[in-house]
């Protein structure tokens, strides 16, 4: 059902009621009325042949350096455009440092070059609407840049440096760094990149360089000098296939170019890499995650591809696909969706990398009470191609549906190089999609079924559930040849797996154990054995004149309250789940909003001075310091939830008085400096805690100042039954101070 904003139900009401209203204003016009038909059968339109596509022949350049360029004129705007491919990836990256690939890829144009300062090459680019991305994915990497061009004499120079000579300034480097964790804390809110992530670990292992993800702990490991080095190590001249288009002449450009790129020296031992083969068999098994705030199941099923592009049958495969799933007329939609309205959607293919084999999956969206019946469903259609071939019309359907798209892998300067490039790298020849088109036009029926049979193999496939299966109608066990169902955790490590005390440095130990004894020091000073005496607490806190309430029954149940120019908003969290009410309904709190909630609960004095002995909570000495005139001692805290934060205490009173974090914004990518100072402290039941909190966000657009302070805070209240469940109150007796 499609879901309509309140401006758009209203206008299509009213639309309904115009045309109502037009016909009772003239209720026999439409009977009266002729309507005119055409004079001619159109099924006897004849129409004149495609006129022939001539594909534009870039000109290849090599130089000395091994470095290959193609060049492409096109005067048609007033812009020059160039894309970078490089043999980089994360297959090559350290499996202990998983995300530097990423991160060196972001960082290469964040942070500057040798000559000119991040803010200063921003400048640039943006007084002159110029363009410079630079990225690395999992076997490759690129470097894009658009000018116009009349600007391409400044813009030439600094795509060139970022490509050859970054800087990686320290604080981007930690700014991407805060950007890949923030990913990482909110990857499970998607099911579609649940499914996507969980499939590959399936398919080759979790350790395969094809299916290994970055952690928060792996991210942590990153240094600047990881960029540095994993950059010196694979980009290099020989390494790099770069393509120019756009309006200029290209004798000209090509010795621009050679300025620019002639004298970046190439390494003598140097070698493109070549990326790994997967380690991959086909076998069968049924995996489920669960995701109870969902209300529809995402299945995918495949096992490992055994063809590159090379192959003899790669057109027969390519048929295969688009009788399968090619799109409305394909036998999964015609048969899961159309027919047996299983399916939300529902596709597949059969993929082939140009040096490696790919994989074969299929997949469906289905509700959740019918997710047997939708994964049999599609695997019916997956044994039916190894028994049936193709009709004569689906082979035709599918002909058509590849030979009549034919043109659009060329409908862009920048696709047509692209594609050279890629053929260049992988050394397959040029017209190599040429060869495809016509090889496709040969093949048969029963070519089609050969290989169907030959590369399909749907008992040695894995199968994949998210879902809520608390809803599902059958049993997952029926679909298991041996009745096993793997449940997958899916939850976010933060610490390396077997990681503890004992694979500390001596350092590691001694900063660990100074934190303790700090962390001591504070909850003395606040209150000592006061903190154990806390069952629950009660705080209402008014900030920029919106008033919330907060009550947290130790060690992790609470309720928050908050009124917003929206509407009112309600948390709650029993211990396992966390649901959130707002004008919108009520739901299962994402896994990201959970995490920020806890954070924000990890940093609040009181709950973190009754929670030091918390499993999964770890305190570092950071050493001593001097903010504006005051001396503090430095404590790093990692919480169980949320971000790690710097905790300042007083070197005087051993109070904490000041708290620094860094996040990302997740609307906007932006990332934000915190700092709150904790100020008139004041004593309830024993405990001494500050009244007034002032909280400081920095980001590159300014600073953002908020005042936050407790209007009442109860210990050990009363508490009402049902107050962790939505729908009470928060309510209950206890006194305040």
Do not use: C
């Amino acid at each position: 059902m499609d879901r309509f904003s309140p401006t758009r139900l209203l206008s299509v009401m009213a639309l309904g009621l115009l045309l109502v209203g037009l016909g009772a204003l003239h209720p026999a016009s439409a009977q009266e009325t002729d309507i005119q038909t055409a004079d001619y059968d159109v099924t006897e339109l004849t129409y004149p042949e495609l006129r022939d596509f001539d594909v534009p022949e870039p000109e290849r350049v090599e130089l000395d350096n091994g470095m290959t360029i193609f060049l492409l004129e096109d005067p048609e705007l007033p812009q020059v455009n160039a894309t970078a491919q490089v043999g980089v990836g994360s297959v090559y990256e350290p499996a202990e440092k998983r995300g530097l690939a990423s991160i060196t890829g972001t960082v290469m144009r964040t942070g500057g070059t040798e000559s000119m300062a991040p803010d200063s090459l921003n400048t640039v680019l943006e007084n002159i609407a110029a363009t410079v991305e630079t990225s690395i994915g999992e076997t490759s990497g690129s470097a894009y840049m658009s000018t116009l061009s009349d600007h391409v004499d400044t813009v030439l120079p600094i795509f060139a440096e970022v490509l050859r000579r970054p800087a990686f300034a320290e604080d981007r480097v930690q700014q991407a760094k805060s950007q890949v964790k923030s990913g990482i804390s909110r990857r499970n809110d998607n099911v579609g990149s649940i499914v996507s992530r969980e499939f590959d670990k399936i398919l080759y292992g979790e350790d395969s360089p094809y299916a290994r993800t970055p952690e928060l702990y792996t991210v942590d490991r990153v240094q600047r000098q990881d960029l540095v080095d994993f950059h010196d190590q694979y980009f290099h001249p020989n390494n790099v296939i770069l393509s120019v288009w756009g309006d200029f002449d290209a004798d000209q450009m090509e010795q621009t170019l050679r300025e620019q790129f002639g004298n970046w020296e190439a390494a003598a031992d140097f070698e493109p890499p070549t990326p790994p083969e997967p380690d991959a068999e086909r076998a069968h098994s049924v995996n489920f995650v669960s995701k109870n705030d969902v209300n529809q199941s995402n299945i995918r099923m495949g096992h490992p591809g055994e063809l590159t592009r090379r192959s003899d049958d790669y057109a027969s495969v390519q048929m295969m696909n688009e009788v399968l799933s090619g799109g409305f007329s394909g036998r999964l939609f015609q048969q899961v969706r159309r027919e047996k309205g299983l399916a939300y959607s529902v596709g597949g293919a059969y993929t082939a990398g140009y040096n490696r084999p790919g994989r074969f999956y299929a997949g469906v969206a289905s509700q959740s009470a019918s997710t047997v019946e939708a994964t049999n469903a599609v695997m019916t259609e997956v044994e039916r191609m190894r028994e049936e071939p193709p009709t004569e019309e689906e082979l035709g359907l599918a002909k058509d549906s590849y030979l009549n798209s034919f043109v659009f892998n060329f409908d862009s300067e920048r696709e047509i190089l692209g594609r050279r490039a890629t053929y260049e790298y992988y050394d397959y020849p040029a017209d190599f999609l040429q060869q495809t088109r016509n090889a496709i036009e040969e093949v048969t029926p029963d070519d089609v079924l050969s290989a169907a049979q030959t590369y399909l193999h749907p008992d040695e496939s894995h199968i994949l559930i998210v879902g809520n299966g608390d809803q599902f109608s059958e049993d997952l066990s029926t679909l298991s040849q041996d009745g096993t169902v793997d449940t997958l955790d899916i939850s976010i490590p933060r610490e390396a797996p077997g990681a503890d005390e004992a694979d500390m440095t001596a350092a590691e130990e001694e900063a660990a154990m100074a934190g303790q004894k700090m962390m001591a020091s504070a909850k003395e000073a606040l209150g000592g054995s006061a903190f154990d005496q806390i069952q629950n607490m009660r705080v209402v806190t008014k900030q920029q004149g919106t008033e919330s309430t907060l009550v947290v029954r130790l060690p992790d149940q609470l309720r928050t309250e908050v009124s917003t120019a929206m509407g009112n908003i309600t948390v709650v969290n029993d211990g396992e789940t966390m649901k959130m009410k707002t004008p919108q309904g009520t739901r299962t709190a994402p896994p990201s909003a959970r995490g920020q909630i806890m954070g924000q609960l990890w940093r609040s004095l009181p709950y973190l001075m009754a929670n030091l002995d918390h499993d999964g909570l770890t305190v570092t000495a950071q050493g001593d310091t001097t903010v504006e005139g005051t001396s503090y001692q430095q404590a790093r805290v990692k919480p169980p939830a949320g971000p790690e934060y710097t905790l300042y205490l007083s070197a005087e009173t051993m109070r904490p008085e000041r708290l620094t974090l860094e996040q990302t914004n997740p609307q906007t990518g932006q990332q934000v400096q915190v700092t709150q100072t904790f100020t008139d402290f004041r004593t309830v039941s024993g405990v001494r805690l500050p009244f007034t909190t002032e909280t400081v966000q920095s980001t590159g657009d300014g600073e953002n100042t908020v005042t936050a302070t407790i209007q009442s805070l109860d210990i050990n209240a009363d508490l009402e039954d049902g107050l962790f469940t939505l729908g009470s109150s928060s309510g209950g007796g206890g006194a305040s101070q």
